[in-house]
């Protein structure tokens, strides 16, 4: 859920720079992003990196998995693709799983 409220806040900011005419220019192209995507890009970085090493934690995997997205091309494909599988049943070193009912 915290992606898809994250992707929503960036398209709705990046209609809102362009409308407000706040685009960078660069090499004389004008970029479709402007200050307020840089801003909020700013002070997202570490909820969304903690939400994204919380998931891989949730899988049983290290949080230094995330890096695996420096690789180019094939990185962030591989990094969406592994957070979309499903929780580690049980509980692991990093803790117990969230989506286990305990009554």
């Known amino acids: 859920m915290f992606y898809l409220f994250y992707v929503i806040f960036v398209i709705f900011i990046t209609i809102l ?4 005419g ?3 220019n660069l090499f004389g192209e004008k ?6 995507f840089l801003i909020y890009s700013l002070a997202m970085f570490v909820p969304s990196l ?3 090493v919380r ?5 049983g ?3 230094w998995w995330y890096f695996i997205s ?3 091309f094939i990185g962030a494909i591989w990094l969406i693709v592994l957070l979309c599988f499903d929780s580690q049943a049980g509980e692991n070193k990093w803790g117990k799983n ?3 009912v305990t009554e």
């Open 17 to 20: 720079d362009n409308l407000l």
């Open 31 to 36: 970029l479709p992003y402007g200050w307020l």
């Open 50 to 52: 903690a939400v994204a």
């Open 22 to 24: 706040l685009t960078f």
């Open 98 to 100: 969230p989506k286990e």
């Open 61 to 63: 995997k290290s949080g």
């Open 70 to 72: 420096f690789i180019p």
């Open 55 to 59: 998931r891989l934690h949730d899988m």
